[in-house]
């Protein structure tokens, strides 16, 4: 279960509003975001047309008639929605419009605790038993079986499979338990203690401690600038079932509750089982009143300057708030359109400036949305280079104050509104593929906000309608509204170092004033004329076809030798992937190279394509769904990209030049250089960064190919041979294979694939990966790093040893993985108390040696490091000595046969499966041999697999803990 505070945009559903207004933590926070976010307006057209239309601005917002809304007698609010995408689930959400800023004081965590509870105990799930009875049924605890709690609302998780009524009666009766017969049994309190408190630690750092200082500025004379969800840790210690028991019988009632069912079910057998397990929830006699708390005005301009010995790098904000408002009607939703084109023309304005080598930040952005549920923020930001906080400031400022004074140009709102709309249309064409799990977050923020859901055929229809119509005097009248000192907020937030100079309030007032009276130039740009490609090269041939029909694939090898594979797909309706690779990569270069290799791909990105900047390159692809980005990794070099089928000859010339045609920039280098400096200076301020350091250094055994980036190794860059470097990995196509997957039509892609990689280059050179890094460790290890000042520890533990590959030692050892995991979770979390999460992962290389390793990763108190591991080791000897049971094989199979039915339905599943099938050269069709091995897998086989892949003669065991002793839990 996890804590957040705002909940994220959801960024698998590509609806372009959902009229989605919520902020991404850490963008609000600290980060410079360079995406905007669906705004609300502050003022409202009222001009409406005389006659009745859906789309005049005075109409309102309809619901999408696809949803069936309604309330029980109860009181309790549902909303049911039939869809296929992915077939046989449902996702179901019990949503309780309650959070942590309805806790009293001695409750402070304790609506987060609720949260742990529910899976802890109910009347029809003792215990931990729905965690156990969902994993048996191939829900996984944590990645799909999860909940949240936020200041304002709390939200269970859980998407279960339809092909058995008796896992949807058993899924809806744990909702129904969560709302009306959670347990609280006392010992499962206790226990629940050190796994909440471990939640809370892991969240400890510079990030948590710069939020506990911000937020009584930025939410000043509310209740939320003391009630983050995670709480207090002298609460969470000492919990007990009284005032868990009391917040959860005060605010979890029916009124404030909503169910969510989106799925592949009729709606009627959605609406019975809503009915039938959740018509008994009852009402309060005389319930407490769920008051709105409310984030007062300020008059004047609030400052906060912090930093932190661990933070890396500076962050500034200036945000502005404001009353949270909700589309309503036609006219709010083309005014929030129109605030969304205009923060898109504003960021590109700021991702040109950060490009150049004179920039003061490294990027900036302008985003807006909600903060929290009574707050919107329009929000602009930068992470400045060190020492250069008030120039950014300054610059950043300026460039909104030059959209103030003199607007934006024509051509800027030409590219911004062919964007905006080529994303609805996008997102019209995918409406019948989208994914249950994005209409969910939609009728979420309908229950708890009034936030409205028109769909997506009448969102398209209304852009179409109104998109058009918006015009240049339009969005600079809107841009010109001054956004004064009311209300806002500078934020600063610096590493605490010895010679950087932190501003002071002085030095920000003295930017704002300046700001105030200044006159700056009007922009301009020039927009550079001409084809993508000026000259279409000679075309080739595919010269032999072959079919792999089991799967589906079709092979053409061209005239220049070059394979070229495709599997035509319609899981989605507006998606290509492709992906190139060759042998070869980093392993042919000598050791001084390898750096210069490394960041070569992105050197060659950043100086824009054939004959185009990178700036003009991005508003030459206005309007167009591809993108082709190279990659040169230690044993391959290659292309991965993504096209809308409407773009597939873009992406086609993409290829070409990406190959062909790359473009070497002095001045984009010598940002890049810059950028690096700025993210590397004070990498070791950061505990984990050092960590992973050591490790690295420690596996690397002194090789000169593996060693950390720092400033001083920046120095080995040099453009010009890394475009050298680039153009020897990836300019000869000889021993190149592509793979395209997704909606493609075989006889339009074959004309493309002939002229466009047909026409590659190819000069007979074969290459294969070469065994150059360091050798396996040997022998034991043990290595405590001393770091950071958060009272919290962090292990790592490695195993590694020899052994021959197989497809079905591959599969075993990757189940034993994650039946080590569920035995460490069982024990370490649930039995102890000490970690919030196990990571485990056990694995197989091929190339360039054949190799296995097991990797263990877990946080934890100091003082309880040792006593995990210790527990760590136990339970991997248990599994060498003693078989798992039956059930805990069928609970890694059942979960292994429920991943593997949706990712057969997923383009990106069979992108992986297959190249990775092709670049060893193994039989395609073996793909579909997973559910053999799945059935195949024995307790046995996990056993004999334990006695090999958790194997310590050859061990690694770091371990993170703070300098100083902890002071508090």
């Known amino acids: 279960m996890?804590?957040?505070?705002?909940?994220?945009?959801?960024?698998?559903?590509?609806?372009?509003?959902?009229?989605?207004?919520?902020?991404?933590?850490?963008?609000?926070?600290?980060?410079?975001?360079?995406?905007?976010?669906?705004?609300?307006?502050?003022?409202?057209?009222?001009?409406?047309?005389?006659?009745?239309?859906?789309f005049r601005l005075d109409a309102p917002l309809p619901t999408d008639p696809a949803v069936r809304v309604g309330k029980l007698p109860n009181g309790l609010t549902y909303y049911i929605r039939q869809n296929a995408k992915p077939e046989k689930r449902v996702e179901l959400r019990l949503v309780v419009n309650a959070g942590s800023v309805l806790e009293d004081n001695d409750q402070r965590g304790l609506a987060h605790f609720l949260e742990?509870?529910?899976?802890?105990?109910?009347?029809?799930?003792?215990?931990?038993?729905?965690?156990?009875?969902?994993?048996?049924?191939?829900?996984?605890?944590?990645?799909?079986?999860?909940?949240?709690?936020?200041?304002?609302?709390?939200?269970?998780?859980?998407?279960?499979?339809?092909?058995s009524a008796g896992?949807?009666?058993?899924?809806?009766?744990?909702?129904?338990?969560?709302?009306?017969?959670?347990?609280?049994?006392?010992?499962?309190?206790?226990?629940?203690?050190?796994?909440?408190?471990?939640?809370?630690?892991?969240?400890?750092?510079?990030?948590?401690?710069?939020?506990?200082?911000?937020?009584?500025?930025?939410?000043?004379?509310?209740?939320?600038?003391?009630?983050?969800?995670?709480?207090?840790?002298?609460?969470?210690?000492?919990?007990?079932?009284?005032?868990?028991?009391?917040?959860?019988?005060?605010?979890?009632?029916?009124?404030?509750?909503?169910?969510?069912?989106?799925?592949?079910?009729?709606?009627?057998?959605?609406?019975?089982?809503?009915?039938?397990?959740?018509?008994?929830?009852?009402?309060?006699?005389?319930?407490?009143?769920?008051?709105?708390?409310?984030?007062?005005?300020?008059?004047?301009?609030?400052?906060?300057?912090?930093?932190?010995?661990?933070?890396?790098?500076?962050?500034?904000?200036?945000?502005?708030?404001?009353?949270a408002s909700v589309n309503k009607t036609v006219a709010d939703y083309r005014t929030s359109t129109v605030e969304r084109l205009m923060d898109a023309m504003l960021n590109m304005r700021l991702s040109e400036i950060a490009q150049r080598p004179d920039a003061p930040f490294l990027v900036a952005g302008a985003a807006r949305g909600n903060f929290v549920r009574p707050l919107d923020i329009y929000l602009i930001s930068a992470t400045p280079k060190e020492g250069m906080s008030m120039q950014a400031l300054q610059v950043m400022l300026a460039e909104a104050e030059r959209v103030r004074q003199h607007g934006f140009l024509q051509s800027e709102l030409d590219r911004a509104r062919t964007n905006t709309l080529r994303g609805y249309e996008r997102a019209f064409d995918e409406r019948g593929k989208t994914e249950s799990a994005a209409f969910v977050e939609e009728y979420i923020a309908h229950f708890l906000s009034g936030e409205s859901f028109p769909g997506i055929a009448y969102e398209t229809d209304l852009v179409r309608k109104h998109l058009p119509l918006v015009t240049l005097e339009e969005v600079n009248r809107l841009a010109r509204a001054e956004r004064g000192p009311a209300n806002r907020t500078v934020a600063i937030t610096?590493?605490?170092?010895?010679?950087?100079?932190?501003?002071?309030?002085?030095?920000?007032?003295?930017?704002?004033?300046?700001?105030?009276?200044?006159?700056?130039?009007?922009?301009?740009?020039?927009?550079?004329?001409?084809?993508?490609?000026?000259?279409?090269?000679?075309?080739?041939?595919?010269?032999?076809e072959r079919v792999i029909a089991d799967v589906g694939l079709t092979e053409w090898v061209l005239s220049n030798k070059v394979r070229?594979?495709?599997?035509?797909?319609?899981?989605?309706?507006?998606?290509?992937?492709?992906?190139?690779?060759?042998?070869?990569?980093?392993?042919?270069?000598?050791?001084?190279?390898?750096?210069?290799?490394?960041?070569?791909?992105?050197?060659?990105?950043?100086?824009?394509?054939?004959?185009?900047?990178?700036?003009?390159?991005?508003?030459?692809?206005?309007?167009?769904?591809?993108?082709?980005?190279?990659?040169?990794?230690?044993?391959?070099?290659?292309?991965?990209?993504?096209?809308?089928?409407?773009?597939?000859?873009?992406?086609?010339?993409?290829?070409?030049?990406?190959?062909?045609?790359?473009?070497?920039?002095?001045?984009?280098?010598?940002?890049?250089?810059?950028?690096?400096?700025?993210?590397?200076?004070?990498?070791?301020?950061?505990?984990?960064?050092?960590?992973?350091?050591?490790v690295s250094v420690t596996l690397a055994q002194g090789s000169p190919r593996i060693k950390p980036l720092d400033v001083a190794r920046l120095q080995e860059l040099n453009l010009n041979r890394m475009e050298e470097i680039y153009r020897d990995r990836l300019s000869d196509?000889?021993?190149?294979?592509?793979?395209?997957?997704?909606?493609?039509?075989?006889?339009?892609?074959?004309?493309?694939?002939?002229?466009?990689?047909?026409?590659?280059?190819?000069?007979g050179r074969k290459e294969v990966g070469k065994d150059v890094g360091p050798k396996m460790l040997t022998g034991s290890v043990d290595k405590t790093v001393k770091k950071g000042i958060a009272p919290q520890s962090n292990?790592?533990?490695?195993?590694?040893?020899?052994?021959?590959?197989?497809?079905?030692?591959?599969?075993?050892?990757?189940?034993?993985?994650?039946?080590?995991?569920?035995?460490?979770?069982?024990?370490?979390?649930?039995?102890m108390g000490g970690t919030y999460g196990v990571s485990v992962s056990a694995s197989l290389t091929r190339v360039p040696r054949q190799e296995w390793q097991t990797a263990i990763q877990f946080g934890s108190a100091p003082d309880r490091a040792e006593a995990l591991y210790k527990a760590v080791l136990q339970e991997m000897d248990s599994l060498k000595r003693v078989p798992p049971t039956a059930a805990e094989v069928e609970r890694v199979r059942e979960q292994q046969r429920r991943e593997l039915e949706v990712a057969r339905k997923q383009n990106s599943y069979w992108m992986s499966a297959l190249s990775t099938k092709i670049e060893f050269g193994d039989d395609p069709s073996s793909v579909l041999q997973a559910e053999q091995l799945i059935a195949a897998l024995t307790p046995a086989q996990l056993m004999e697999a334990a006695k090999k892949y958790l194997d310590t003669t050859n061990i690694a065991r770091f371990v993170l803990q703070p300098e100083a002793a902890p002071k508090v839990p």
């Open 2 to 54: 996890s804590t957040k505070f705002m909940k994220s945009l959801n960024a698998t559903h590509m609806f372009p509003t959902h009229i989605r207004r919520t902020f991404r933590t850490a963008a609000v926070l600290t980060a410079a975001s360079a995406s905007a976010l669906t705004a609300q307006a502050t003022s409202r057209p009222a001009n409406a047309a005389t006659t009745f239309d859906p």
């Open 795 to 831: 292990s790592l533990v490695l195993m590694m040893g020899n052994a021959p590959w197989t497809r079905e030692q591959s599969y075993i050892a990757s189940s034993l993985g994650e039946l080590l995991e569920m035995r460490l979770l069982e024990r370490l979390r649930e039995a």
């Open 733 to 763: 196509a000889t021993d190149l294979t592509f793979l395209f997957v997704g909606t493609i039509d075989l006889a339009m892609l074959k004309p493309l694939v002939e002229q466009w990689i047909g026409a590659l280059p190819a000069s």
């Open 494 to 544: 610096s590493p605490d170092k010895d010679g950087l100079a932190v501003p002071t309030e002085a030095d920000v007032k003295k930017v704002l004033s300046s700001l105030a009276t200044a006159t700056v130039a009007a922009y301009t740009e020039n927009i550079a004329e001409g084809a993508l490609v000026p000259n279409a090269p000679a075309a080739g041939k595919v010269v032999t």
């Open 564 to 694: 070229v594979f495709v599997k035509p797909t319609d899981y989605k309706a507006d998606e290509i992937l492709m992906r190139a690779w060759s042998p070869g990569g980093i392993s042919q270069l000598p050791d001084a190279d390898v750096l210069r290799a490394q960041q070569a791909a992105d050197a060659m990105g950043r100086g824009g394509l054939g004959n185009y900047s990178l700036v003009d390159f991005r508003k030459k692809m206005t309007g167009k769904a591809a993108n082709v980005a190279p990659f040169i990794a230690e044993l391959s070099e290659g292309l991965n990209g993504s096209a809308s089928p409407k773009d597939l000859e873009t992406m086609m010339q993409l290829i070409w030049l990406r190959l062909q045609a790359p473009r070497a920039d002095t001045s984009a280098f010598q940002a890049m250089i810059q950028q690096y400096t700025a993210a590397l200076a004070n990498k070791d301020l950061n505990p984990q960064s050092v960590f992973s350091d050591t």
């Open 167 to 323: 896992i949807l009666e058993k899924s809806f009766q744990f909702l129904s338990d969560v709302a009306t017969n959670i347990t609280f049994d006392s010992l499962q309190v206790v226990g629940e203690r050190g796994v909440v408190l471990e939640e809370w630690r892991g969240r400890l750092g510079a990030g948590e401690r710069i939020l506990d200082k911000q937020l009584p500025v930025f939410l000043a004379g509310s209740r939320y600038a003391d009630r983050l969800p995670i709480g207090l840790p002298t609460i969470i210690e000492a919990a007990n079932p009284a005032p868990l028991r009391r917040f959860w019988s005060t605010w979890y009632r029916p009124d404030l509750m909503s169910v969510v069912v989106v799925g592949d079910l009729p709606p009627d057998r959605m609406q019975a089982l809503v009915t039938k397990y959740f018509s008994g929830v009852v009402k309060r006699a005389a319930p407490r009143a769920r008051v709105a708390s409310v984030v007062p005005n300020v008059d004047s301009t609030r400052i906060s300057i912090l930093k932190d010995k661990e933070l890396t790098n500076t962050q500034l904000s200036v945000r502005w708030q404001q009353a």
């Open 116 to 163: 742990h509870m529910a899976f802890n105990g109910t009347k029809n799930f003792p215990k931990t038993e729905v965690v156990k009875y969902l994993e048996s049924i191939g829900v996984r605890f944590g990645a799909d079986l999860n909940a949240n709690t936020s200041f304002d609302e709390t939200i269970y998780i859980l998407p279960v499979p339809t092909d």
